[in-house]
């Protein structure tokens, strides 16, 4: 599976649009990577605690679309969007979406 | 006494807060620059298309980026929002902080035998800010197409 977040996929052409895919996940802090993160805080610096939940969320969603993507029978996915949002203190949203296409190479 | 003991401790912090921070800026930057310097060949550009080598399929690479202020930077920056202007030291973190992620598109890229980075988009996220405001801190999500350029395009 090709996944870009630009329009075309180059040495490629689109035979067949499938539509909208998307995936997202909510997660929350826990305490302990709260506490980890704020002790950190105090000189400042990566908060590594806070990437990783990041990580995880973006894999997540991104799985989630992907699956979808395959169900449709796709064999790429272009425009890839990410975005999130706070749903309450301490939790927040990540939401991927993109479109799914069959490609072909060109020529 | 009570009071004394906590002005001890708020002093106390914003001192670690200063000395460790502003160290580990310096380090920071330093360790950007030789980064940046060895993944300089790594073309970049937020274009929607690429003409990139037929026989290398593109690849989404990611990051995601959550960065802390000190907590003198932060005292700092409280003091300058009593009064209105820039916030200087949240600024100096914001820019520091993009250019870490987009070193590290651009080394993830580089790992994967790619040389551009194409329709790169960096965002602030929001990931859920602390109640009580104790910490002063930033997120970012960075994504973009990795491509292989063209041997007429290097």
Same mark, same amino acid.
């Given at each position: 599976?090709?996944?870009?977040?630009?329009?075309?996929?180059?040495?490629?052409?689109?035979?067949?649009?499938?539509?909208?895919? *998307?995936?997202? $996940?909510? /997660?929350?802090?826990?305490?302990?990577?709260?506490?980890? &993160?704020?002790?950190?805080?105090? !000189?400042?610096?990566?908060?590594?605690?806070?990437?990783?939940?990041?990580?995880?969320?973006? *894999?997540?969603? $991104?799985? /989630?679309?992907?699956?979808?993507?395959?169900?449709?029978? &796709?064999?790429?996915?272009?425009? !890839?969007?990410?975005?999130?949002?706070?749903?309450?203190?301490?939790?927040?949203?990540?939401?991927?979406?993109? $479109?799914?296409?069959?490609?072909?190479?060109?020529? | 006494?009570?009071?004394?003991?906590?002005?001890?401790?708020?002093?106390?912090?914003?001192?670690?807060?200063?000395?460790?921070?502003?160290?580990?800026?310096?380090?920071?930057?330093?360790?950007?620059?030789?980064?940046?310097?060895?993944?300089?060949?790594?073309?970049?550009?937020?274009?929607?298309?690429?003409?990139?080598?037929?026989?290398?399929?593109?690849?989404?690479?990611?990051?995601?980026?959550?960065?802390?202020?000190?907590?003198?930077?932060?005292?700092?920056?409280?003091?300058?929002?009593?009064?209105?202007?820039?916030?200087?030291?949240?600024?100096?973190?914001?820019?520091?902080?993009?250019?870490?992620?987009?070193?590290?598109?651009?080394?993830?890229?580089?790992?994967?035998?790619?040389?551009?980075?194409?329709?790169?988009?960096?965002?602030?996220?929001?990931?859920?800010?602390?109640?009580?405001?104790?910490?002063?801190?930033?997120?970012?999500?960075?994504?973009?197409?990795?491509?292989?350029?063209?041997?007429?395009?290097?």
């Amino acid at each position: 599976m090709i996944v870009v977040n630009t329009e075309s996929v180059a040495g490629y052409r689109i035979q067949k649009v499938l539509g909208l895919v *998307q995936g997202n $996940t909510v /997660r929350a802090k826990n305490f302990g990577r709260d506490f980890l &993160a704020g002790l950190k805080n105090i !000189v400042g610096g990566e908060l590594s605690e806070y990437t990783e939940l990041l990580t995880e969320s973006r *894999q997540q969603a $991104t799985q /989630r679309m992907l699956d979808e993507a395959v169900r449709l029978g &796709a064999n790429a996915v272009i425009n !890839v969007r990410y975005s999130t949002s706070a749903v309450t203190a301490g939790a927040a949203e990540l939401y991927a979406y993109g $479109t799914a296409v069959q490609i072909v190479p060109e020529g | 006494m009570e009071a004394l003991l906590g002005l001890l401790s708020v002093g106390s912090l914003l001192f670690v807060g200063w000395y460790w921070g502003a160290r580990r800026r310096a380090q920071h930057r330093e360790s950007l620059t030789l980064r940046e310097r060895e993944l300089q060949h790594v073309r970049v550009s937020n274009s929607k298309h690429y003409r990139g080598a037929p026989t290398h399929a593109p690849q989404l690479v990611s990051v995601e980026l959550v960065w802390g202020i000190d907590r003198f930077q932060a005292f700092l920056a409280a003091l300058v929002n009593l009064f209105g202007g820039e916030l200087e030291s949240v600024s100096e973190v914001l820019a520091r902080a993009r250019r870490e992620a987009l070193v590290r598109l651009k080394a993830q890229a580089h790992a994967a035998g790619y040389d551009a980075l194409a329709n790169l988009r960096l965002e602030t996220a929001d990931i859920g800010n602390d109640p009580q405001q104790r910490d002063l801190k930033v997120a970012l999500l960075g994504i973009a197409t990795a491509y292989r350029q063209l041997p007429s395009d290097r």
